[in-house]
């Protein structure tokens, strides 16, 4: 199956700070979404993107694909610490990527 | 989204015994199941699709007859380990699918094999 390359696998910010976590594939995806997983939680569905060169927002999570349907970022703006947890993103086969660990300092 | 249960959120069992996980879908029929294992700070590994009625389809490389899909009814998958052993020690999390290709995960549960 398809594989979905996620870097970087941990990030330690200071709360305030901006966070960026991207996946890649080697194919073209059909969609991509993005999970989050609190530690010790299980994953949460966070968004869908289907369309080339979409973009969405929630609130200060903005989530991107690329044009070629095979890259897809989550940029988070000013950090909190509720916002600690591992963000997966997941293919269209409901394959994972490897995560991204994120901890904010206060 | 679709609220999904596990049980049991926590099993110890001895090397060789059967352990069962229910995966319950509460407020939405479940046609579709899936059954992930996650290691300590790794991510997810899909297992299996369940499908409702009819037999499971399997991941390269999980071993069918060890772990036995069961998705009898619209609202329950169950996930049942045999001849569990220390190795199969994980995190087991079920998930229901939603609309395209979107997915509702349970609380999952945590096996230990001694």
């Known amino acids: 199956g398809q594989q979905v390359m996620q870097i970087p696998q941990y990030q330690h910010v200071q709360e305030g700070e901006d966070f960026t976590t991207y996946c890649n594939s080697s194919?073209?995806?059909?969609?991509i979404q993005w999970y989050k997983q609190r530690p010790g939680g299980h994953p949460v569905f966070l968004i869908q993107l289907v369309k080339s060169g979409e973009v969405k927002k929630q609130k200060r999570l903005t989530f991107q694909f690329g044009e070629a349907k095979k890259n897809s970022s989550l940029h988070i703006t000013a950090t909190q610490t509720t916002d600690v947890g591992t963000y997966f993103c997941a293919g269209g086969d409901m394959r994972f990527g490897a995560g991204t660990r994120l901890t904010v300092k206060p | 989204g679709a609220v999904v249960s596990q049980h049991p959120s926590r099993v110890i069992c001895k090397s060789g015994t059967s352990v069962k996980i229910e995966c319950r879908s509460l407020?939405?029929?479940?046609?579709?199941m899936f059954w992930y294992r996650q290691f300590p700070k790794q991510s997810l590994m899909l297992m299996a699709t369940?499908?409702?009625?009819?037999?499971?389809?399997?991941e390269q490389g999980v071993e069918k007859d060890k772990f036995l899909i069961n998705h009898a009814s619209l609202t329950l998958s169950t996930l049942t380990v045999t001849s569990a052993h220390p190795e199969d020690s994980s995190f087991y999390i079920c998930?229901?699918?939603?609309?395209?290709?979107?997915?509702?995960f349970g609380p999952g549960t945590r096996l230990t094999v001694l």
């Open positions: 369940s499908n409702e009625g009819s037999k499971a389809t399997y």
């Open positions: 998930s229901v699918a939603g609309g395209a290709d979107t997915q509702y």
């Open positions: 407020d939405f029929q479940a046609t579709t």
């Open positions: 194919t073209t995806l059909s969609n």
